[in-house]
């Protein structure tokens, strides 16, 4: 594996969150500021954000399958790209690049955000997508985040290196979706340390942020690290949550290009794409 920079894949991991947190304020500020009509529409807390969780989980699936995101592998995520170098399939180096990546690319979709919607995105009823603890406080906060960030990388990892590798994207986007619509009001719903950092420079929130920073990471690894006991390290075919096949470039150590794992992963690849 060349072990060089791979900056065009650090810029996709940028370029994805921060799409993601443009389509996150936008939609934000469609169910939730006052003036909007979706907002004078629903009253109702729970279809507010059961909408708002279709939007994001669909933004979610899309990323995951663009060209981009086959590309990169759709971590825009510092939590994701951690628990990959626990599983060791992405080395450090580009495991920084990403984290890196993925930070600025949030702070530059939130600043696109705000060119666009303006004020809208700084009124109080959507806070730039900022996410806080709910009533429950702190505790509650990082017990949820712990355990939702803990769910997505199981799924992902069971998903992802079994016989419908091919729906990893649409399981997360689901899990999103429902996550935003039943679990919001306790934390907020970030899973993602990059994502509410973002939202926070930008809005100058740091509730707790210590949360976002530290639950997410947590769960993710604990997920990791629970697979690998459970299955092995070998289980992990790559770091990609969307990997057509193996001629799509890869800058992980990837089970594709294994001469064990080979065989076994070409043959389920071929399978998924014919079925």
């Known amino acids: 594996m060349d072990s060089s920079p791979r900056w065009r894949e650090y810029a996709i991991e940028a370029a994805l969150l921060g799409l993601f947190m443009v389509s996150a304020c936008v939609c934000t500020a469609l169910v939730e500021h006052p003036d909007s009509p979706v907002r004078r529409t629903l009253d109702d807390a729970l279809a507010r954000r059961a909408l708002l969780g279709l939007a994001m989980g669909a933004t979610a699936i899309a990323l995951v399958y663009s060209p981009w995101g086959r590309r990169s592998g759709a971590h825009f995520n510092p939590s994701v790209t ?3 170098l626990r599983l060791g399939r992405i080395a450090r180096r580009d495991a920084l690049g990403y984290v890196v990546a993925q930070h600025a690319g949030g702070i530059a979709g939130v600043a696109l955000a705000s060119l666009v919607l303006g ?4 009124h109080p009823a959507v806070a730039y997508a900022a996410t806080v603890p709910g009533p429950g406080g702190a505790a509650l906060a990082f017990a949820a985040e712990l355990v939702i960030s803990f769910a997505l990388m199981t799924v992902v990892l069971v998903v992802s290196n079994g016989p419908r590798a091919r729906w990893t994207g649409v399981a997360c986007g689901s899990l ?3 996550y935003i619509a039943f679990e919001a009001p306790l934390s907020g ?4 340390p990059a994502r509410t950092f973002a939202s926070g420079v930008a809005a100058g929130v740091w509730t707790d942020a210590w949360i976002y ?3 997410p990471v947590a769960g993710m690894l604990l997920a990791a690290e629970g697979f690998v006991r459970l299955r092995g390290a070998r ?3 790559c770091a990609k ?3 057509p096949d193996a001629s799509v ?6 089970g594709l290009h294994d001469a064990p794992a080979a065989p076994r992963v070409a043959a389920r690849v071929v399978g998924e794409r014919s079925a």
Request: with cysteine; aromatic share 6%.
């Open 82 to 84: 951690l628990a990959y």
């Open 119 to 122: 004020a809208r995105l700084a």
């Open 176 to 178: 999103v979706a429902l």
């Open 189 to 192: 719903m970030s899973m993602n």
């Open 213 to 215: 920073l530290t639950a």
């Open 235 to 237: 289980a992990v075919v």
């Open 241 to 243: 949550l969307a990997h």
């Open 249 to 254: 470039p890869c800058v992980f150590r990837c």
